[in-house]
């Protein structure tokens, strides 16, 4: 009986550490203990757009909202539209992001973006992080699939985003003006923004076109416009050492 009653006991106390476990889960939109540890903060408190701003418009109301612990540009909606910036500029740093799209969606992150009124768009400056579905007739480029940097190389390891709707995530890192690209744990991409390859690159490109693209390794993050609906959660940052490497 005694040892039926420490069984009982012990299977008792179990399961009350996993039901502790579970109620302490972390929610979207919060940093763990160890985030915090890491340096990391929230770019989107899953109630506000404190931290971020419409392109050259300022804090206007738009297309961009706060809703539902996400943080949208609504599909179609009479507001006024633009790719959404972070109020801070961002240099040596390791961005994460949660994002779903639309069937067929096609979206975009853009980095070292310059915000100028003689600029008209993010993505006249920022090289950008492809969002896509892969039901979107662009798929099938391999410059353009999810996680790319778009336009100038293909996936470096195959990643496949999940169905439109499911969250996806993915990883930015730039340190010294070397990039990494992560979806969905894969890296995806890999450059270096200070060298004469990329220069050439970006001058055999059709952004050559735009005198300020690709110069720069320190701006702000742009969240693209699709008129058909895109949503992000988890926006978190830590600023990194400017010598570390990759």
Not at 185 to 213: L, M, R
Request: glycine share 6%; proline share 3%.
């Amino acid at each position: 009986m005694k040892k039926i009653k420490a069984f009982l006991s012990a299977t008792a106390l179990t399961a009350m550490m996993i039901s502790a476990c579970s109620s302490t889960k972390l929610k979207d939109n919060e940093l763990s203990r160890e985030e915090q540890a890491q340096g990391y903060e929230l770019l989107f408190d899953g109630k506000t757009l404190d931290d971020w701003h419409v392109y050259n418009q300022g804090k206007i109301s738009s297309s961009w909202v706060a809703q539902d612990g996400e943080l949208k540009c609504l599909p179609g909606t009479d507001a006024r539209h633009g790719d959404l910036v972070t109020d801070q500029e961002f240099e040596n740093y390791e961005f994460q992001f949660d994002w779903k799209i639309s069937k067929e969606g096609n979206s975009g992150v853009f980095i070292n973006v310059v915000e100028r009124e003689d600029i008209s768009t993010a993505w006249s400056s920022g090289p950008e992080y492809q969002l896509l579905d892969k039901e979107h007739q662009d798929y099938v480029k391999e410059m353009k699939r999810p996680g790319c940097l778009y336009n100038f190389s293909p996936q470096l390891n195959p990643a496949e985003p999940k169905s439109s709707d499911e969250w996806n995530h993915s990883v930015i890192k730039q340190q010294d003006g070397k990039i990494e690209f992560m979806l969905n744990g894969i890296v995806t991409a890999k450059q270096d923004f200070t060298t004469a390859d990329w220069k050439a690159a970006v001058a055999n490109s059709s952004f050559k076109h735009f005198p300020e693209f690709g110069k720069q390794i320190k701006g702000r993050i742009a969240l693209q416009d699709w008129n058909k609906g895109v949503a992000f959660k988890n926006l978190k940052i830590r600023k990194l050492e400017k010598t570390a490497a990759l």
